[in-house]
């Protein structure tokens, strides 16, 4: 039967494309910064819930978050170059808001 044929290779092709073209872009500081921090420390940095950005932003406060005073630790959430481009973002606010 031809027509399951047909079936069958647009099954194989599509399994063969599967993955092809996700190639991983470079995180994206702006876009994790709304979802994961802007809740706590606002849109634009300046506190909401958390405080207003005023110190520098290092990996290492986003890597083991400020757990007594209820920021979450960022380790096992977000990748290396994840926390780098959110840092480097949120420094970025900082200076803009001085
Ligand atoms: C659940 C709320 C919450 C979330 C989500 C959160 N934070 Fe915080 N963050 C806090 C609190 C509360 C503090 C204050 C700690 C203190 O008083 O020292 C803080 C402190 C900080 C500081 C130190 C501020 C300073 O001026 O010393 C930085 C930098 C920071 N957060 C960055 C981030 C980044 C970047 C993210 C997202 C990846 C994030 N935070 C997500 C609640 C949060």
Redo the contacts with the bound molecule.
């Keep these: 039967m031809p027509v399951v044929r047909v079936a069958r290779m647009l099954v194989f092709v599509a399994v063969l494309t599967a993955g092809c073209g996700g190639a991983s872009d470079p995180p994206d500081g702006a876009a994790?910064?709304r979802d994961?921090?802007s809740?706590?420390?606002g849109a634009e940095g300046l506190g909401g819930?958390?405080?207003a950005?005023?110190?520098q932003?290092?990996d290492d406060?986003?890597k083991q978050?400020?757990l007594p005073?209820?920021?979450?630790a960022?380790d096992e959430i977000?990748s290396d170059a994840e926390i780098d481009a959110?840092?480097e973002y949120?420094n970025r606010l900082n200076r803009l808001g001085s």
């Design positions: 994790i910064f994961r921090c809740a706590c420390h819930m958390g405080p950005l005023r110190g932003a290092t406060i986003v978050g400020r005073q209820g920021m979450p960022f977000l959110v840092v949120a």
